[in-house]
């Protein structure tokens, strides 16, 4: 089973800047099969990245995904005041699918 | 458009079995590479991965809940339901279903909250 962990647990920071988030695996994600997802408050998760650095449809392309092997990287290049919210990142390689505890960013 | 949403509920009392219906449009079930996730939130914490019936019928589950968790498909009507026995405090969460391509939770309902209270 693969381990995700999420760093840091919450990022403050203004708009206009960049945020880096993590998410580190326990063991090889396979075919790099690693998703990022935004959460906001009473709203369901939405796919942002996946296969680690593909962007889904509608994605900004402020948002950056990046890493391989156990490894990887949430990048956002400026901060709008849209993008704050709760990350995830999920592997979907092997099961159980697990997802990462996540990354809250808020504004400073 | 694909679109999903999750329908059962509201509240369940401890020991009890919850069944969860995914109601779906826009894909089918019998499609190859397609398949059905179920993800529950508890409130104010994080998302965790139940269960994935794929096309093929195939299911995962979380080794945590494999023995309480049961997932069926019903291709022709376009549903999956989901059933967790002996229900617990600890399971009240937000349950989500979620449209999968190969194993990737691509499109998502809005969520059903279950509360487990007596």
């Known amino acids: 089973e693969i381990v995700l962990t999420q760093s840091p647990g919450t990022l403050s920071l203004s708009p206009g800047e960049r945020a880096t988030l993590s998410c580190r695996a326990s063991?090889?994600?396979?075919?790099?099969?690693l998703g990022w997802y935004q959460q906001k408050p009473g709203q369901a998760p939405r796919l942002l990245i996946y296969?680690?650095?593909s962007r889904a449809t509608g994605c900004p392309d402020r948002f950056i995904g990046s890493g391989s092997g156990t490894d990887f990287n949430l990048t956002i290049s400026r901060l709008e005041p849209e993008d704050f919210a709760v990350y995830y990142c999920?592997?979907?390689?092997?099961?159980?699918?697990?997802f990462g505890q996540g990354t809250k960013v808020e504004i400073k | 458009q694909i679109t999903l949403k999750e329908s059962g509920p509201s509240l369940v009392k401890p020991t009890q079995t919850l069944t969860l219906t995914c109601t779906f449009s826009g894909f089918s079930l019998s499609t190859s590479a397609v398949g059905v996730a179920w993800i529950r939130q508890p409130p104010g914490k994080a998302l965790e991965w139940l269960a994935l019936?794929?096309?093929?019928?195939?299911?995962h589950y979380s080794p945590f809940l494999k023995s309480r968790l049961t997932l069926t498909k019903d291709t022709s009507k376009n549903h999956v339901v989901l059933t967790m026995t002996n229900m617990d405090p600890v399971d009240t969460a937000t349950y989500y279903c979620?449209?999968?391509?190969?194993?990737?939770?691509?499109?998502w309902g809005q969520g059903t909250l279950v509360t487990v209270s007596s």
């Open positions: 019936i794929y096309w093929d019928d195939v299911t």
């Open positions: 296969n680690a650095f």
């Open positions: 999920q592997q979907y390689a092997t099961s159980p699918c697990a």
């Open positions: 063991q090889s994600v396979g075919m790099n099969y």
């Open positions: 979620a449209h999968t391509s190969g194993w990737l939770p691509d499109f």
